[in-house]
């Protein structure tokens, strides 16, 4: 055995003891025992000890040193698993400064505070001096706050911090983690030192420390707040138990003895001067070593030591504490003094029989108690303000001998650490084994103690050095001193849950002990009298035995679990916190007073430094006082701060029934001026009984006591209190079917209906934890379908008005999931396309779920493409960045996802508008009967009907409205699409007329007469006869017919009648200067006109002047003056114009006289009766007095014409034009030229202009890091004009702007450069593939190949690259089939860091030796692998700080090189028919295997080269195979809709989804291409068995028994019986006879005639006769004329077949 007992001499160092120290301790026991004793005893003393050879202090001392490392490692490690653990629960390294010191809870962040306090200080001394006397902490006071927080951990760690010149090397906060982290690493080590210690091997320290790991959460708290003064306390008691562990064992060296009572000195008072509660624990201890004491288990003279070592702690810690009064009426102090007089006055108590001692062991007992208390008594007469009363009250009121209505009493009864634990804390400690060990090893230990003090007291004795053999564990001090200690913690931890976090450490450490001591062992087999082994060996054995299979066991499996901690990112969200104090810092003054919580105000403290009422401390009575007081109010909201100066208290929702004039009072009392409200503590759901905040304060203040319940409901009638109602949690709704209906009927229902179906989702969608601490993805049980179910029921109550859904701020994922579970509840069939489907045939329900579906993609579409504003940079805050990027993402995929599907949108409601059957749509009452009816498929149902009648004209006015919303939309690109627009909207507008009262019409009819307005001008549509053409009408007409005078005209009566807006006159003269610009003769004079008329209006108005106008005040004419002044008089020449146009056209004159530099023009307008009429005497003689001091003779006209960026006008508007103009140009130069004159206007970024300006991510640092803004603007814009025409297809200006791009980096930045030819690659390969797309075969020229190559082997290490150039080159170079460079050029280095070119180079090695499969299967194998991670299911999940959980978990799979989303998008741009046909193949392969389906599988060629199993099937989501599946066939069949093997694999899809039409479709289109529309046969191996099998399939599932019976003749052998039972069938639903020219089988025919006699059907009857009668269906016939028969039939049959399904 390795290792170190304490019962063994010369163990840590040989000894060199005299005889003088032994005849010392001999003596000292002959003062306390009797003669007999004595000389029993002397044999004992006089025993010399062993000689040790050189070679056991050899071993003894490498065991030592060994178990040394060991002890240090385990304590590194866990203070390194500690630190991990913080990291990945708060994401600390990556957050901001703010958010690293909120992420201090429960107010432990006040702490910190006083710690950059000090750095912040001048000197150490300042910030030790403004400690001691803080008046800016607690509002109205002085305190102390080194006193009164016990902040000496914060004082010396800044004093080392700056001693040591740590300010370059680390940050403050890290070094603050870093002493608390090392702290924790000496509280294991201690650990494990004191276990090592009494077992005598290093082997227990080791278990020790890993159950303490294993127990994280049950033995600290550091991973939930640091800075927690338990966290600075318990390593030092930790060292004290240890130090005192050594000391109390037999037969130690003087030196280690000494050494163990230095460090039980100086760790004592440490751990005294760090913690308020230290005392109480020292008492635990120091009552321990009384009945050690009492029962003669240690020396008396250890005894005195250690009383010295209390005493003396207690008093230097009580002069450093600044005479902590609570220290000298401590329950310590006074049990020391009462123990130190009761030895005094019983010097023989330990002589005597055993009656006598037992006697005199209760009267030891009586004077300990009495004079410790009668001590305790007269020191709070001397020296009052002692806490021990309210202790003694809490006390009693906590074992249930009073009651107190006390606010603060009641307060911290309810706290989670002062209650009773839970069953859980011996739960865990049961499953990580340490709580079964502990019990066996605590009854062992407990029944030796009790053993040894009976033979104490009877006056046996014990041998001083004895062997192992004779070993009683109960009779080593330390042992029995452990016994006690957790004997007493375990006995408070039943009474105080956070008594845990002390009891649970030791209990790892005495478990660990226990097993491995072989003095426990050997105890054990003492008592059962083992004899058959040796007993020693049998010890020897166990205590190794047992740890290693413990250690093992707790290896297997609890290491998994601690290293998915470690990886696990959890994520802790404050936002609201983070935005308070922030706002805090900004807006609030420095001396504002804060009131609120404390443990918030803790955090205001931290972040803001600012006074505030009440601090997070529970052991300082008047802090909880004053909490009581300050938490006498808070009002029913989110997290927000109110002025006390400024907002009437009447406005708050107070706690206590007490008046708002009172708790103005109370407030005003502590000077507050802001008060912190939270909604959590207004909304208080406590799961204790009694614990809600004003439910206390009810109590306290003696209000009528109520139930939590009725509190809320009752006061605001019985009470003075204003009505706050308590918000219904959703799982209120869960537990109650009938609350949802009567919550949504309340006028101002709480929660909204929009925040219920966020609820609802959220929690439905909520992942689960297996035991192995593995995510799951939501469970479908009946409590997740419920919470859907009541989601589909608020948006059923809000009538599906999509409109109040969108506006309700419900987020396009949230309404995706809406939606899409009202499809599946509707029993849509799922993996089925909706343009698949047939709206006439499905349920009425159905197909409106359907229709809202399509309804919302449109129109989400069309909302996405409206420019949103720019959101105001706030501060940096990394979680907050993360969540709103993260949403961003999946809205983006979301919005990607409907745009590839719009067309298909579109399509489902233009056949909607087939239809002219009335529709129901779903109300609660038809979902409920829907889940009362789950199993009736595809929506066939009562429900069908019974829901909220939506006539035809309805729905058709509200699809016409959406068709014309996204036709619009689309008008951007395709003109023709605004006929269509204007088409729908004018079917809007009259179906609008004849609906009396809509249901589910909802439309805007402003925007519905814009859209209407807009369509008109743009097709040219307007009906000058029409009565109701608008203003906007006639001009748009005059502009049509070329009558641009009439447009004048209009304008200048507008200025009087004002009925056009402004934004629609600059629209119009947008248009005639774009029309100028094309080079359209004779516009410059119209366009001059309508700017004057729209300056006279902005005139008119008193707004500033536009820049164009005052452009052409720079070269004015008499003609333009005589024409301003016209337009001016004719403004004002309405009689009843207003006195503030008339001042305002005044200011316009006098500003175009001062503006006007030719005299002789500015005489033209003086002489204008405008002049005379509107300004005044002063103003006319001052201007004239300016326009004569001009000078006559200046030459205007030789100076040169000011550009249009020299005008001088005012900088708002000029940035406001000069933006617009650089929002649409898309000329280089012109877009230079305005951000030239931008920055010389105003100097900020102008690339966040326009929020649609985007550029790649990859690109954002490098473009952002120029630093010249000027040159940073125009790369920045360059590159997003240029991508944005490369989305809408227009190459020739992306290839303008890029080239401008290249020619502006290439001078001052290579990397930019590759950048930008990187980028031209891209608009190249794009440009080349949309021709090819259009049916060109020419092949790209061979320098574009070579720059795709170039591209694939560049390796600059940092150039930001994209993937999806990378993702284009590879698409491009397998669609012109260069497969021989992918699979053999490509450098390997490529292969691995893109995605993409490993893909292709595995596509283009399966394509190469696709032809022999058995030499393809390596690499399909390669391949098949790779898909098959990419179609795996992955489950993400994140938690906020209260634990709630964000709505989508189910992500794709990120163990594949590509994401599905990604990879899909990949194989849309692959044209290569042998690329698609192998990836079809492979899907196809994938499909079968995961639906394990052998009857209805799918087909497709090449399958016999992929593998046909899967090691883990359960990880491969099959819902995305067959979307997948699906999705790439109908890709293969847009570029080549004539490829047999594709549309045989496209019919078996919709086979084997049970979609038996569209499956025919595809079967009988396949033949159709093979055969060339049937005129020759069909060949064999596009209709096998199995395709006519599942042709008969599809018509008998269509009930189109008739052609089955047809089908049964193509099949190799006749299938007869299918044949017949089909012709018995009387309900078919084709045409029966007249199939029957197309029977050639005479013995079917004959059944048909038997069939028809039967039913007496002579009609038919006669006409199956005539077909048996035909000469060619002789059976004499020759085989050839037969056959010939057969095929005339087949063909005229398919050919029948076809035009009934194609």
């Known amino acids: ?575 609201d916190a983070a935005e308070m104090i922030s706002w805090i810092r900004t807006r609030v003054p420095t001396a504002a007073v804060f009131a609120g919580s404390p443990q918030l105000l803790g955090a205001v403290k931290l972040g803001s430094g600012l006074v505030v009422t009440s601090l997070p401390h529970h052991s300082d009575m008047d802090l909880l006082r004053r909490s009581e007081d300050v938490s006498a109010l808070s009002a029913c909201s989110p997290i927000r701060c109110v002025n006390l100066d400024l907002v009437s208290v009447q406005t708050y929702q107070v706690y206590s029934m007490r008046s708002a004039e009172e708790i103005y009072k109370i407030l005003t009392s502590h000077k507050t001026n802001y008060v912190i409200i939270e909604e959590s503590l207004c909304n208080e759901l406590s799961l204790n009984k009694g614990c809600r905040i004003k439910d206390l304060l009810d109590i306290s203040n003696g209000h009528r006591r109520m139930s939590a319940e009725a509190a809320d409901r009752v006061a605001a009638v019985t009470s003075s209190r204003p009505s706050t109602p308590l918000q219904t949690s959703w799982f209120e709704f869960l537990l109650d079917g009938a609350l949802l209906e009567k919550h949504l009927q309340k006028s101002n229902a709480d929660p909204t209906p929009v925040q219920l179906i966020v609820q609802f989702l959220e929690q439905a969608s909520k992942p689960s934890v297996n035991e192995q601490n593995q995510v799951q993805p939501p469970a479908d049980n009946r409590r997740n379908r419920t919470l859907k179910l009541l989601a589909l029921k608020v948006a059923a109550h809000m009538k599906w008005d999509l409109d109040v859904l ?75 960045l993360n969540v709103v990027q993260q949403e961003k993402e999946m809205t983006d995929n979301i919005l990607s996802v409907l745009k590839e599907q719009a067309s298909d949108s579109i399509s489902v409601l233009t056949g909607a508008l087939q239809l002219k059957k009335d529709f129901y749509v779903h109300t609660m009452r038809t979902l409920d009967l829907l889940a009362a009816d789950g199993a009736a498929a595809n929506g066939e149902t009562e429900s069908s009907t019974a829901g909220l009648r939506i006539s035809a004209n309805e729905l058709h006015c509200q699809v016409h409205y959406d068709l014309g919303a996204i036709s619009f939309q689309q008008g951007c690109r395709d003109q023709p699409a605004f006929e269509k627009a204007r088409d729908h909207f004018r079917q809007t507008k009259e179906l609008l007329k004849k609906l009396d009262s809509a249901v589910h019409v909802h439309l805007d009819e402003k925007r519905l007469a814009g859209y209407w307005n807009a369509c008109q001008a743009l097709t040219g549509d307007c009906d000058s006869c029409d009565s109701q053409t608008t203003r906007y009408d006639q001009i748009n007409m005059m502009i049509s017919a070329g009558s641009y005078q009439a447009v004048v005209d209009a304008f200048i009566k507008d200025n009087v009648s004002r009925s056009l807006p402004k934004h629609f006159r600059c629209s119009v003269l947008r248009e005639f200067l774009h029309k100028a610009q094309q080079g359209e003769a004779g516009l410059d004079e119209v366009c001059h006109k309508l700017c004057v008329c729209n300056a006279v209006r902005d005139a008119l108005e008193g707004e500033v002047l536009g820049v164009r106008f005052l452009q052409l005040l720079l070269k004015p004419s008499k003609r333009l003056v005589g024409f301003i002044l016209e337009v001016c008089t004719q403004a004002l020449a309405k009689e009843r114009s207003s006195e503030t146009s008339r001042r305002n056209m005044a200011t316009f004159v006098r500003t175009l006289c001062e503006s006007l530099e030719d005299v002789s023009l500015v005489f033209v307008v003086s002489s204008h009766k405008l002049f005379t009429e509107l300004l005044k005497e002063e103003e006319r003689t001052l201007l004239v007095e300016q326009m004569r001091k001009r000078s006559a003779t200046v030459n205007l006209s030789a100076k040169p014409l000011p550009s249009f960026y020299d005008i001088p006008v005012s900088a708002s508007v000029s940035v406001g034009q000069l933006e617009q103009q650089l929002i649409l140009s898309l000329e280089p130069r012109r877009i230079r030229q305005i951000l030239n004159e931008l920055h010389g206007i105003a100097d900020r970024p102008f690339w966040r202009v326009n929020s649609k300006w985007e550029v790649p991510p990859d690109y954002i640092n490098v473009i952002l890091a120029i630093k010249d803004n000027l040159t940073k603007d125009l790369v920045y814009i360059l590159m997003a004009k240029g991508l944005h025409c490369i989305s809408v297809k227009d190459f020739l200006h992306a290839r303008q702007l890029f080239s401008a791009c290249l020619e502006l980096v290439t001078e001052f930045s290579p990397r930019l450069r590759q950048v930008m030819l990187n980028e031209m690659l891209l608009l190249e390969l794009r440009a080349h593939e949309t021709v090819a797309a259009k049916g060109s075969k020419e092949r790209p020229p061979p320098d574009l190949i070579s720059r795709v190559r170039g591209y694939l082997e560049m390796r600059i290490h940092d150039l930001p690259l994209r993937q999806v150039v990378g993702e284009e080159c590879v698409a491009f170079m397998l669609n012109w089939r260069e497969n021989d460079y992918l699979t053999l050029q490509v450098p390997s280095s490529a292969v691995i860091s893109n995605p993409y070119i490993k893909l292709g180079q595995l596509l283009a090695s399966t394509c190469k030796e696709l032809p022999g499969p058995k030499e393809s299967r390596r690499t399909a194998k390669e391949l098949w692998d790779v898909v098959v991670q990419i179609c795996s299911v992955s489950i993400q999940h994140k938690r906020s700080n209260d634990g709630r959980v964000g709505l989508i978990k189910h992500r794709e799979s990120s163990l594949g090189i590509l994401l599905r989303s990604k990879f899909i998008t990949f194989v849309t741009k692959i044209r290569e028919p042998l690329v698609l046909t192998t990836l079809i193949s492979l899907f196809v392969r994938l499909h079968c295997t995961v639906r394990d389906d052998i009857v209805n599988e799918v087909t497709a060629e090449h399958l016999s080269i992929w593998p046909s199993s899967l090691p883990n099937i359960q990880a491969v989501d099959v819902e995305a195979v067959a979307v997948t599946v699906k999705e790439l066939v109908t890709y293969a069949l847009t570029l080549n809709p004539n490829n047999q093997s594709w549309l045989i694999t496209q019919a078996d899809i919709y086979f084997v989804t049970n979609q038996y039409s569209a499956a025919l479709n595809f079967y009988v289109q396949a033949g159709a291409v093979a055969s060339d529309f049937f005129s020759k046969a069909v060949p064999p191996d596009i209709y096998t068995d199995q395709v006519l099998k599942r042709m008969i399939k599809c018509c008998s599932m269509m009930n189109c028994h008739t052609q089955v019976a047809v089908l049964c003749q193509f099949l190799r052998e006749v299938d007869y019986m299918t044949a017949f039972k089909a012709l018995q069938e009387q309900s078919s639903h084709d045409a029966m006879d007249s199939f029957y020219d197309y029977i050639w089988d005479v013995t079917i025919l004959e059944y048909l005639t038997h069939i028809h006699h039967k039913r007496g059907e002579a009609e038919k009857r006669q006409i199956a006769i005539k077909a048996i009668g035909q000469t060619e269906l002789n059976t004499s016939n020759p085989e050839e004329v037969l056959q010939l028969a057969a095929q005339k039939r087949k063909k005229r049959f398919f050919q029948a077949m076809a035009k009934l399904y194609f």
């Open 1 to 575: 055995m390795a290792g170190l007992r304490c019962r063994i001499a010369n163990t840590l160092e040989v000894s060199n003891e005299t005889d003088d120290d032994v005849k010392a301790e001999d003596e000292e026991r002959q003062k306390d025992d009797d003669d007999q004793e004595e000389d029993s005893r002397k044999p004992a003393s006089t025993v010399r000890k062993p000689t040790i050879s050189m070679k056991g202090v050899l071993q003894r001392l490498l065991r030592v040193s060994l178990g040394c490392l060991a002890s240090v490692a385990c304590g590194m490690l866990y203070a390194a698993y500690l630190s991990a653990f913080h990291e990945r629960r708060f994401w600390f390294s990556t957050r901001q400064e703010l958010e690293r010191e909120i992420t201090f809870q429960g107010g432990s962040g006040l702490y910190y505070y006083y710690y950059k306090h000090m750095l912040a200080a001048p000197s150490f001394q300042r910030g030790f001096y403004e400690l001691m006397t803080d008046d800016r902490t607690l509002a109205g006071q002085t305190i102390n706050a080194v006193e009164r927080l016990s902040l000496y951990p914060e004082m010396i760690t800044s004093y080392i911090y700056r001693i040591t010149g740590s300010q370059d090397l680390v940050e403050p906060i890290y070094f603050y983690m870093g002493a608390v982290f090392g702290l924790q690493a000496v509280y294991a080590t201690a650990l494990f030192v004191c276990s090592w210690l009494m077992s005598g091997t290093w082997v227990a320290g080791v278990l020790a420390v890993a159950w303490c790991v294993i127990s994280r959460s049950d033995a600290t708290r550091v991973d939930q707040a640091v800075p927690l003064r338990e966290n600075w306390a318990l390593p030092y008691y930790s060292c004290q138990v240890a130090a005192l562990t050594g000391f109390l064992c037999n037969n130690i060296s003087s030196t280690v003895e000494m050494l163990c009572y230095l460090t039980m000195s100086t760790t004592t008072f440490s751990f005294l001067l760090v913690w308020e509660h230290s005392h109480h624990l020292l008492f635990i201890q120091a009552f321990c070593l009384f009945l050690l004491d009492s029962f003669d288990l240690v020396p008396p003279r250890k005894m005195s030591d250690i009383h010295k070592v209390y005493v003396s702690s207690l008093l230097l810690a009580f002069f450093f504490h600044f005479h902590n009064t609570a220290l000298l009426g401590s329950p310590l102090l006074s049990l020391l003094i009462g123990s130190m007089l009761a030895r005094y006055l019983q010097q023989k108590m330990k002589k005597g029989p055993l009656v006598a001692r037992v006697m005199k062991l209760f009267l030891h007992f009586h004077l300990v108690f009495a004079a410790g208390i009668t001590f305790n008594y007269l020191v709070k007469k001397v020296l009052p303000g002692s806490e021990s009363e309210f202790i003694l009250k809490f006390l009693e009121v906590k074992f249930g001998l009073n009651t107190t209505t006390d606010f603060v009493t009641n307060l911290l009864l309810c706290q989670e650490s002062l209650r009773s634990p839970s069953q859980d804390l011996f739960l865990r400690l049961t499953q990580a084994s340490v709580l079964p060990f502990y019990l066996l090893v605590l009854t062992v230990c407990l029944l030796s103690t009790l053993e040894t003090i009976y033979r104490r007291l009877s006056g046996q004795v014990t041998q001083s050095n004895p062997k192992l053999e004779d070993v009683h564990v109960g009779e080593r001090p330390e042992v029995v001193y452990h016994v006690f200690h957790t004997f007493l913690f375990g006995g408070l931890t039943m009474l105080f849950d956070g008594v845990k976090y002390v009891w649970t450490p030791y209990v790892c450490m005495f478990t660990a002990f226990g097993v491995c001591s072989p003095d426990l062992w050997m105890t054990v087999f003492r008592w059962m009298k083992v004899k058959s082994i040796h007993p020693v060996m049998l010890s020897l054995i166990l205590s190794t035995a047992v740890p290693t299979i413990i250690g093992l066991s707790l290896w297997r499996e609890y290491c998994p679990r601690v290293l998915a901690e470690l990886s696990e990112l959890q994520e802790f969200s404050d936002l």
């Open 806 to 880: 969108e506006k309700g701020s419900l987020s396009i994922p949230v309404l995706n999931m809406l939606l899409n579970e009202l499809l599946c509840v509707s029993k849509v069939p799922p993996g089925v396309k909706h343009v698949d489907l047939d709206l006439s045939t499905l349920p009425p329900t159905t197909a409106m779920a359907v229709l809202i579906y399509n309804r919302w993609a449109i129109r989400t579409i069309v909302l996405s493409s409206f420019p949103e504003k720019q959101a105001k940079p706030g501060p940096h805050q990394m979680n907050m």
